[in-house]
């Protein structure tokens, strides 16, 4: 008899785009996970920004459980309770007021591909540029990943969808390249997959009054930075303004996989019947377990703690003196630790060793985006295994003959 492990089922059955697989796990409860060996980890990932409530938590379970034992799916020919009051939630937190409207897909990739839809239902023959910015991401589906700043994701892909065109993310770049011919710009507020990267001061409200002027759509991707991650329920209302539609999926719906877009007064006339669509788009089992995990948030000041959590925990990390960390980028508990050194991967190694789990989205970020109830207990087990892990590393670096000074 011959044993594999599950590294070799992985290598084997699994496609080949993500990767080697970092661990198996096996159960998950609140901030912590543990691996089929037993062996227990804090999890500062949350699924990547998806886990609000954290692992098993009893609100999801019990959402979950009741709403599959009524009614699943019935498809988009009927409405159901779950998906409407959804919908009203989502109008509520971001703002829209009555005239918004809400699309619902199955993650953040269909809720930009609706959003690219609705950019080219505005524009028409008229408007067939649209704007993004470099660096962005938005998808990776042929429409989203046309959408996304990143030359070498689009690389192996071409031809792109066509009209979209990246600019700096800067006012004077957007001064520059938008006219009465572009349909919409496309926003990522807090850039997490770069490296929690923020806009330049003041960003999205030159961004609102210059699209606005020339009758352009503005479209804020809120997938990683909704559901109150960075202190706001949407990053967008930090700045005050309103946009025409958002995106969001991730975090709202705690694990279970949904998206939605959701747009704003006269961007919510242009899908007309037959122009969009999905099979399980908003059926009742996710559109019941997101507003059970938004309303959960609410309920508990999610929100709120996001912020102070995240305030916190920069402090605290600051506090470690690693001459690793050279400072904190982001909002809330959406955070990016920037290093001295391009050793990111080897500070995630490291973490894993020490039992936490935490991500790097470049070389020189560590990206945390933990859950949102997170308190002192996790805060302080993270501040300790964080200082271990990067004084594996700094001590390996000067081992190699390296200095490492801040
Ligand atoms: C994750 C993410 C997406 C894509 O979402 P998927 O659910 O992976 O399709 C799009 N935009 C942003 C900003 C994201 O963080």
Do not use: C, K, N
């Given at each position: 008899m011959t044993t594999t492990t599950w590294q070799d089922d992985a290598g084997r059955?699994?496609?080949?785009?993500?990767?080697?697989?970092?661990a198996l796990f096996t159960r998950g409860e609140g901030a912590y996970l543990w691996d089929g060996a037993g062996r227990r980890y804090l999890d500062f990932l949350a699924g990547i920004a998806v886990n609000s409530l954290g692992h098993a938590h009893p609100v999801f379970v019990e959402a979950i459980s009741k709403q599959a034992a009524t009614l699943s799916h019935v498809s988009n020919y009927f409405a159901t309770e779950p998906q409407l009051a959804l919908a009203a939630r989502l109008k509520r937190i971001a703002g829209t007021g009555p005239t918004g409207r809400v699309y619902f897909g199955n993650s953040g990739a269909e809720a930009n591909e609706a959003a690219f839809k609705l950019a080219r239902l505005h524009g028409g023959a008229e408007r067939p540029r649209i704007l993004s910015l470099k660096d962005a991401f938005h998808g990776r589906t042929m429409g989203t990943l046309a959408l996304t700043g990143k030359p070498w994701m689009q690389e192996p892909f071409q031809?792109?969808?066509?009209?979209v065109e990246f600019i700096d993310s800067t006012v004077e770049a957007l001064e520059a390249a938008?006219?009465?011919?572009?349909?919409a710009l496309f926003v990522e507020p807090i850039k997490g997959e770069a490296g929690v990267v923020e806009l330049p001061e003041g960003y999205l409200g030159a961004a609102r009054e210059l699209t606005e002027r020339h009758g352009a759509l503005l479209i804020?991707?809120?997938?990683?930075?909704?559901?109150?991650?960075?202190?706001?329920?949407?990053?967008f209302q930090h700045e005050g303004i309103t946009p025409d539609a958002i995106t969001v999926a991730k975090g709202i719906g705690g694990g279970f996989p949904i998206g939605a877009l959701i747009t704003f007064d006269a961007a919510s006339?242009?899908?007309?019947?037959?122009?969009h669509g999905s099979t399980f788009g908003g059926n009742a089992l996710g559109t019941a377990v997101a507003d059970a995990v938004l309303g959960e948030i609410e309920r508990a000041g999610l929100v709120a703690n996001a912020e102070e959590r995240g305030a916190q925990l920069r402090a605290a990390i600051e506090g470690i003196g690693s001459p690793l960390v050279e400072g904190c980028r982001g909002k809330g508990l959406l955070i990016g630790v920037g290093l001295?050194?391009?050793?990111a991967k080897a500070v995630v190694a490291a973490a894993q060793g020490h039992g936490l789990v935490v991500n790097a989205p470049n070389d020189e970020t560590i990206r945390l985006v933990p859950a949102l109830n997170i308190g002192d207990v996790e805060i302080d087990e993270f501040v300790d295994l964080f200082a271990a892990s990067l004084a594996t590393v700094s001590d390996a670096l000067v081992l190699d003959g390296n200095e490492v000074s801040a």
């Open positions: 059955d699994l496609v080949r785009s993500f990767g080697d697989r970092m031809p792109m969808v066509g009209g938008i006219d009465d011919r572009v349909a804020i991707d809120e997938i990683q930075t909704g559901a109150g991650r960075t202190g706001e329920w949407f990053a006339d242009l899908f007309y019947p037959g122009t001295t050194h391009p050793v």
